[in-house]
C-alpha cells in the first residue's frame, strides 16, 4: 500500500508517519511545504527508509497536486497539512483560508480525479482522510455534554471556521461526488516535537529559561488532551478499518483547565529542580489579557471509535506530561535552534 500523507512534517504528521513506517509495510509519500512549523527533525529515522519519501509542494498549488498524483498513484491519501495556530489566525488569516480550504479543494479534487481512474479493489479500497479539530463544534459550557460526531458545526475563530470549511467540502466531495471518504475530529494533543508556540511546550521552555508562565485570563478554559501517539494509532486505524463516509471523534479522555496543566508542568519541574529559581516555578505565572472569542470548554465524547474500532487512548495524561516534560529537557538543541531563528519574529504566546 502507499499512502499520500500531506503536512507530514508538522507534529502530529510526523507522529503519524513514524507510527506507519515502524509498524507497517506501507509505503508513504509526505507533501509538505515546509512552512515555519515543520520539523523535518522528527522524521530523521525515516528519512534513510526505502519505503518513504518527501515532496516539498503546496497543497493549494494545482499543478504541483497534479505532478504529485500522477508520480506516486497513491492507494489513499491522509490530509493533515494546515494552518494550525488559533493566534495566528486572529492576526492573519488570509493564509487560513489559502491553505484549510483552498488547499483542502485541491488535495480534494486531485484525490477525486484520481480515485475516478482507479479500477476495481484499488477503487474500491481508496479513502481519502481528512483529520479535523474539535473546534469545529464551538465552546461547551461546563456542564454541556461533550461533542458527539453529531453535534453541530458552531466555529468561533478563524481557524475553526476555516477547519469547518474544509470539513463540509470533503463531506460535498462524498455526497456528490462518491469520493470514498472518512474524517476525524480530535481533542488537543501533546508530546513530543510540538512546536514551540503552543501552550505545553511554552509553559515547559518558560519554566526553565525563567520566564514568566503565560497564561491566559484567569486559566479556567478547559480542553481535552490527547498524546500524539494515542493519535497516530487512531488515524492509521481509522484509515484502514473506518467505514466509508464515517466520522470519528478522537479524545484522550483528560479535561483540564489550563491553569491545572500548568500547575502540573510547574510541579514535575519542581521535583526534579530544572528550573532556574530557588522556589516554586509556579511563581512564574503570569496572568495575561484573554484571546478574543477564547472558546470556554471543549470535551470529546470518543465512544464511537472506541465501540467500532476497538481504540483507546493508551497514555493517562499525569504519565504522557511527564515523559513530553523529559523529551523537552533531553532535546534543547531542536528547540534552542527555533528559538534564535525567532521563525518571524512573532511572539511565543501561551496558545492551545
Ligand atoms: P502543524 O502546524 O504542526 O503542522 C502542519 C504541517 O503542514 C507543517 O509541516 C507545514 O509545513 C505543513 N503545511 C502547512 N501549510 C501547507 C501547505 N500549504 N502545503 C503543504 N504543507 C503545508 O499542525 P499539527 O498540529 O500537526 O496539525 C495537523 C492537523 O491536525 C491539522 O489539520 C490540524 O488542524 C489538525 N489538528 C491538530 C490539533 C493539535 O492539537 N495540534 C488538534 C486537532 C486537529
Known amino acids: 500500500m502507499k499512502v499520500l500523507v500531506t503536512g507530514g512534517c508538522g507534529f502530529i504528521g510526523s507522529a503519524l508517519i513514524r507510527h506507519i513506517i515502524r509498524h507497517s509495510t506501507a509505503q508513504v509519500v509526505n507533501v509538505d511545504k515546509l512552512t515555519y512549523a515543520a520539523t523535518p527533525e522528527a522524521l530523521e ?120 470549511a474544509s470539513d463540509h467540502l470533503v463531506q460535498a466531495w462524498h455526497e456528490t461526488y462518491g469520493l470514498p471518504m472518512v474524517m476525524t475530529n480530535c481533542s488537543n494533543n501533546y508530546g513530543l516535537w510540538q512546536f514551540p508556540e503552543k501552550l505545553i511546550p511554552v509553559i515547559i521552555l518558560n519554566a526553565v529559561q525563567g520566564k514568566e508562565l503565560p497564561v491566559y485570563g484567569a486559566g479556567d478554559n478547559i480542553r481535552d488532551w490527547l498524546h500524539v501517539e494515542d493519535h497516530a494509532v487512531a488515524l492509521w486505524q481509522v484509515f484502514r478499518q473506518g467505514r466509508n463516509g464515517e466520522k470519528y471523534n478522537i479524545g484522550g479522555n483528560a479535561e483540564r483547565r489550563n491553569i491545572d496543566v500548568v500547575h502540573t508542568i510547574c510541579d514535575i519541574l519542581d521535583e526534579i529542580g530544572a528550573t532556574p529559581g530557588s522556589g516554586s516555578c509556579r511563581d512564574q505565572i503570569k496572568f495575561v489579557t484573554d484571546r478574543p472569542g477564547h472558546d470556554h470548554r471543549y470535551a470529546i465524547d470518543s465512544g464511537k471509535i472506541r465501540r467500532e474500532l476497538h481504540w483507546t487512548p493508551s497514555y493517562t495524561f499525569e504519565r504522557g506530561l511527564e515523559e513530553t516534560v523529559a523529551w523537552y529537557l533531553h532535546n534543547q538543541k531542536w528547540w534552542q535552534d527555533i528559538h534564535a531563528r525567532k521563525y518571524d519574529g512573532k511572539r511565543l504566546g501561551a496558545s492551545v
Open 45 to 164: 529515522d525515516c528519512s534513510s527508509n526505502g519505503r518513504y519519501v518527501h515532496e516539498q509542494a503546496d497543497i493549494a498549488d494545482e499543478a504541483a497536486m497534479e505532478r504529485v498524483f500522477a508520480i506516486h498513484k497513491p492507494d489513499g491519501v491522509i490530509h493533515l497539512a494546515a494552518e494550525s495556530h488559533v493566534d495566528r489566525s486572529i492576526d492573519g488569516p488570509g493564509i487560513f483560508v489559502t491553505t484549510n480550504v483552498l488547499g483542502t479543494y485541491t488535495v480534494l479534487n486531485r484525490s477525486l480525479a484520481h480515485w475516478k481512474g482507479l479500477s476495481g479493489d484499488a477503487g474500491r479500497h481508496f479513502r481519502f482522510h481528512h483529520v479535523s479539530t474539535d473546534e469545529v463544534y464551538g465552546s461547551l459550557s461546563e456542564t454541556d455534554p461533550a461533542f458527539s460526531e453529531q453535534t453541530p458545526y458552531s466555529p468561533r475563530s478563524p481557524y475553526s471556521a476555516s477547519k469547518a
